[in-house]
């Protein structure tokens, strides 16, 4: 095996397309990547089925034997400790073991965020680790950080939220000094709840980022910030509500440009820049939210993800490794003091 050689384990039983979906996502990524070594862990025969249909290196992909499975509505702390032989618990041992880099899932959310903290464990100094996607918007994409591990989150959370956020961005995705904002319903300093009015001081005097004050949630799409600072459950709505206009304004763009025979004729005529332009809007495409703050990389990808997002996460994975993401975290990231 290479030197350099990402490892991941992936959970090929978790999500609505499982094992389907994610197998051909795994094999998409090791054919297209030589550093990506996957094990996946699931119902071996069911995964030996799937891998059948597919060439790959068959060095780069191995099977592990997964007999349990969580399912979204068991309490997850429960789960964990029960399900020994689950394809979410088995995984991330690995991960915690150091035998995997990263562990990749598209089932529950709830076992998946108990599981990162209680098997793989929190970096020293992190309270709480925070789960972020990327969001498409006008200008790129932006980082939501917390999207639904931390519903009651305090002040000193939301500080390391923005910290490992702007790591994150400027590792990851390129972004230089990326711009840090918090969501509020004004932009005023002095509007808010007591959560955004504690928080915004502290994140005002931190010299680790770019700190551009308050974002109200019209701007997010527009690109206003790079990093979105917010607690779990304000950024779980706005995520959620992203993702159902978005599918609802394609799905009346389409209806319109099939209502009549002019406007079909244009739809043909449209239809190259039209795809374009909405592929700057798949959120597939930048692969799932990472669990930020624990010893190794948990990614959590979409429950209805299909192979693309699969791929894309463990891309994600390599990148996140490659730039050293959490040796950065644990250099940046102070301990915390009581609030």
Do not use: W
Request: net charge neutral; hydrophobic share 40%; charged share 20%.
């Amino acid at each position: 095996m290479q030197k350099d050689m990402v490892r991941v384990a992936v959970d090929a039983m978790g999500g609505d397309n499982a094992p389907e979906q994610i197998v051909k996502g795994v094999v998409e990524a090791v054919n297209e990547s030589a550093d990506i070594q996957v094990s996946l862990f699931g119902l071996e025969d069911a995964v030996k089925v799937e891998l059948q249909k597919y060439t790959y290196p068959s060095e780069r992909i191995t099977v592990v034997n997964a007999a349990e499975s969580i399912s979204m509505d068991e309490p997850p702390v429960m789960a964990i400790r029960r399900k020994k032989d689950s394809s979410i618990v088995k995984g991330l041992q690995t991960v915690r073991e150091g035998t995997a880099d990263a562990f990749v899932s598209a089932g529950s959310s709830g076992a998946i965020l108990a599981g990162g903290q209680l098997l793989v464990g929190r970096i020293k100094g992190i309270e709480r680790p925070p789960l972020a996607p990327l969001i498409p918007t006008e200008s790129g994409v932006s980082l939501l950080v917390d999207c639904g591990a931390n519903v009651d989150a305090r002040p000193s959370h939301l500080v390391q939220f923005a910290k490992m956020g702007a790591i994150y961005m400027e590792s990851v995705v390129g972004i230089k000094n990326p711009r840090v904002a918090i969501v509020n319903i004004g932009t005023e300093e002095e509007k808010g709840n007591m959560l955004v009015k504690e928080t915004f001081p502290l994140l005002k005097a931190c010299p680790n980022i770019n700190f551009i004050g308050s974002i109200e949630a019209r701007e997010i799409p527009h690109g206003g910030a790079d990093v979105i600072v917010c607690e779990a459950f304000v950024g779980n709505v706005i995520l959620k509500l992203y993702e159902g206009l978005a599918g609802t304004l394609l799905a009346k763009v389409k209806e319109g440009l099939m209502s009549t025979l002019r406007s079909k004729i244009g739809a043909v005529l449209i239809k190259p820049a039209l795809k374009s332009t909405m592929k700057g809007f798949d959120a597939s495409q930048y692969g799932g939210a990472p669990l930020l703050g624990l010893k190794g990389l948990v990614v959590k990808v979409h429950g209805n993800s299909k192979s693309t997002e699969v791929k894309n996460a463990l891309n994600q994975c390599r990148t996140f490794k490659q730039q050293n993401i959490n040796e950065k975290i644990k250099q940046y990231i102070d301990v915390p003091t009581a609030t």
